[in-house]
Nanobody, 124 residues
Framework: QVRLVESGGGSVQAGGSLRLSCAASGYTYSMAWFRQAPGKEREGVAGIDNLGRRKYAASVLGRFTISRDNAKNILDLEMNSLQPEDTAMYYC?????????????????????WGQGTQVTVSS
């Protein structure tokens, strides 16, 4: 069983930065960040596997950076140039399998383990 605990959410003004972290217990070959805004579907933001293969959603490319410390089993998301449309609950997800080579890595159905989420609010 995998347990994921997110931290680092908060409120920031447009143009600001936040860093999210996810502490994992258990085997996590692939990890990712998703987000869900009120009334919208959960969407993949960025993913990474333990070989360092990364993918990003087009909406965050160039602004967000995903990284992980395999030894400590910690996943981070550095978010810069935040915009009001980035406001959402952010979730850490993990899977004990190769996912990042798949074209649909951003599909929530591919990820069996989820954290409780951390809120990010960006004001204009």
């Amino acid at each position: 069983q995998v347990r994921l605990v997110e931290s680092g959410g908060g409120s920031v003004q447009a143009g600001g930065s936040l860093r999210l972290s996810c502490a994992a217990s258990g085997y996590t070959y692939s990890m990712a960040w998703f987000r869900q805004a009120p009334g919208k579907e959960r969407e993949g933001v960025a993913g990474i596997d333990n070989l360092g293969r990364r993918k990003y959603a087009a909406s965050v490319l160039g602004r967000f950076t995903i990284s992980r410390d395999n030894a400590k089993n910690i996943l981070d998301l550095e978010m810069n140039s935040l915009q009001p449309e980035d406001t959402a609950m952010y979730y850490c997800a993990a899977a004990p399998a190769v996912i990042m080579t798949n074209w649909d890595w951003y599909s929530p159905q591919r990820w069996p383990y989820w954290g409780q989420g951390t809120q990010v609010t960006v004001s204009s």
